[in-house]
């Protein structure tokens, strides 16, 4: 039996369509997802439960989509059956996104759940390499997504974000805590005439199975906010939402959506 632990945005829904029946649909407190209801939700300071009570119902299989952010947590609150979990979930906490989510796969793998990967339910999640809109990269687009993978590679080492914005070999914005649509929005008064590339893609060795980078018709939004040119993902590495709708509106913006062959 597979449970899926939802966040918000549109990625557990396709998840969720995807799957011949639906699965238990799980839900951390606070981050319950927008339009699924959850048969459960549980706050982090019962981990330990949740995870008895999903065994109790005879699941073996988990998969966690959707966005989340790290919550607060209330100490009073922490059950019997979170305690032994504290030194783990502390460390995780105070760790990077990709350390903090192969903690949580740890915790779940240890009690005998086995994760799998949204883009493994759903592999139609991952577009396929190449050009999918009517514009084309530049050869000058291709040299910026060159030097930006470069840079991705140096961030996602330091476990910092998985996006910049490139521009003539410049860097004129990197992903931090804040995300994506934050990042972009930052290059909204640019003082210059525009341009410039967005490139996404995963970490080096990133885990895959939680938190694969994501892109969706907000991100082309952004783009154009943002003046840039482009989208530049990793193929495999980027999870692409309401593919027809982003390539629509790329489309109608004049925007490419370039899927390259990861580099080493």
Request: net charge negative; proline share 7%.
């Amino acid at each position: 039996m597979l449970a899926l632990i939802a966040g918000t945005g549109t990625l557990p829904d396709e998840v969720v369509a995807y799957l011949p029946t639906r699965p238990l649909i799980c839900a951390l407190e606070g981050f319950e997802p927008d339009t699924l209801t959850p048969e459960v939700v549980f706050p982090l300071e019962q981990l330990g439960s949740f995870i008895a009570d999903l065994k109790a119902r005879g699941v073996t299989e988990l998969c966690m989509a959707g966005a989340v952010r790290r919550p607060n947590v209330n100490p009073a609150r922490i059950d019997a059956a979170t305690m032994p979990l504290v030194p783990i979930l502390q460390k995780a906490i105070m760790s990077g996104d990709d350390s903090a989510l192969r903690a949580v796969i740890g915790i779940f793998e240890e009690a005998g759940l086995s994760v799998r990967a949204a883009h493994e339910i759903a592999p139609d999640l991952l577009p396929p390499l190449g050009t999918l809109t009517d514009a084309q990269p530049s050869e000058s687009d291709h040299v910026d997504a060159d030097r930006a993978a470069g840079i991705l590679r140096t961030m996602g080492a330091a476990d910092i974000g998985q996006a910049c914005v490139i521009l003539k070999g410049q860097a004129l914005a990197i992903e931090g805590i804040y995300g994506t649509a934050w990042m972009l929005q930052s290059l909204t008064q640019r003082p210059d005439a525009g341009g410039g590339v967005l490139f996404k893609g995963p970490k080096p060795d990133q885990d895959r199975r939680a938190d694969m980078p994501v892109i969706g018709p907000d991100t082309v939004s952004g783009a154009v906010a943002a003046g840039l040119s482009g989208i530049v993902i990793e193929k495999g590495g980027v999870i692409v939402l309401e593919r027809d709708r982003v390539i629509e509106e790329c489309n109608r913006l004049g925007l490419f959506l370039y899927v390259r062959e990861r580099t080493v």
